[in-house]
C-alpha cells in the first residue's frame, strides 16, 4: 500500500534551517508530485510548495519564496523539505502529500513532522 | 480578504444534515473552479472527501461514504459540503481548497461538532 513517512520531530533556534523528509514507498515514486502543507497549532492548513519527483520541478508559495527549498533522491524514494531562517512563528506540523500533477486530490499523507522553533 | 472563508465552526445533532459554506472571495467565481474538501480529525492528517465542480465533474474520494456531496451556491459564490445522516464520527475539522494563482489556497476550515 502507498505510505509516505517521515522524519521525526525537530526542535530548531531562531535563524537556523530544518530539513524534513518524506520516504515514498508503494508505488513508483517518480509519477506523482509531492506537496508539502503545514499546520501551526490550533491552526489552519497551509500549503508551502510543490515538487515533480521525476524532473526535481519546483513550484513554492509566494510567502516561501526564498527560505524554501524542496529536493528529492530518487534512488531511495525520499522527498525533501528545508526551510532556512526559521522564527518562532514557523513551528508547526508540517506533512508531505501526494497528488497527480495539477489535481487537488491529496490522497495520500505522510504522518506529519513537527518543528518547534525556540530560542 | 481571503481567497476562502469557512465559518469557524458548525453544530448539529445525529441523523441529521449539515451543509458546510466555502466562500470565495469577491472577484472570483466559483464556476470556474474545482473544490476539494478534507476531513481533519485530532492528530491525525486530513483525509481527501471529494472534488465538486459540478454535477458532471466531480469525484468522491475512495471509500468516502456517498453522505458526503459537494455542490455549489453560484448565487452566494460558496461551495458546498453536505454531510448527510450525521454521524457522531463526523465530528471533525473540514477544509475546502482550491486552486487559485498557482497556489494551492485552503479555507480557515470548519469546526463541526455533532452533538
Known amino acids: 500500500q502507498v505510505q509516505l513517512v517521515q522524519s521525526g520531530a525537530e526542535v530548531k533556534k531562531p535563524g537556523a534551517s530544518v530539513k524534513v523528509s518524506c520516504k515514498a514507498s508503494g508505488y513508483t515514486f517518480t509519477t506523482y508530485d509531492i506537496n508539502w502543507v503545514r499546520q501551526a497549532t490550533g491552526q489552519g492548513l497551509e500549503w508551502m510548495g510543490w515538487?515533480?519527483?521525476?524532473?526535481?520541478?519546483?513550484g513554492y508559495a509566494q510567502k516561501f519564496q526564498g527560505r524554501l527549498t524542496m529536493t528529492r533522491d530518487t534512488s531511495i524514494s525520499t522527498a525533501y523539505m528545508e526551510l532556512s531562517s526559521l522564527r518562532s512563528e514557523d513551528s508547526a506540523v508540517y506533512y508531505c502529500?501526494?497528488?497527480?500533477?495539477?489535481?487537488?486530490?491529496?490522497?495520500?499523507w505522510g504522518q506529519g513532522t513537527l518543528v518547534t522553533v525556540s530560542s | 480578504q481571503a481567497v476562502l472563508t469557512q465559518p469557524s465552526s458548525l453544530s448539529a445533532s445525529p441523523g441529521a444534515s449539515a451543509s458546510l459554506t466555502c466562500t470565495l472571495r469577491?472577484?472570483?467565481?466559483?464556476?470556474?473552479?474545482?473544490i476539494y474538501w478534507y476531513q481533519q480529525k485530532p492528530g491525525s492528517p486530513p483525509q481527501y472527501l471529494l472534488r465538486?465542480?459540478?454535477?458532471?465533474?466531480?469525484?468522491?474520494g475512495s471509500g468516502v461514504p456517498s453522505r458526503f456531496s459537494g455542490s455549489k451556491a453560484a448565487s452566494a459564490n460558496a461551495g458546498i459540503l453536505l454531510i448527510s445522516g450525521l454521524q457522531s464520527e463526523d465530528e471533525a475539522d473540514y477544509y475546502c481548497?482550491?486552486?487559485?494563482?498557482?497556489?494551492?489556497?485552503f479555507g480557515g476550515g470548519t469546526k463541526l461538532t455533532v452533538l
Open positions: 502529500a501526494r497528488n497527480v500533477r495539477n489535481s487537488g486530490d491529496f490522497v495520500s
Open positions: 515538487m515533480n519527483p521525476n524532473s526535481g520541478d519546483t
Open positions: 481548497m482550491i486552486w487559485h494563482s498557482n497556489t494551492w489556497v
Open positions: 469577491s472577484g472570483i467565481n466559483v464556476g470556474t473552479y474545482n
Open positions: 465538486y465542480k459540478s454535477d458532471s465533474d466531480k469525484q468522491q
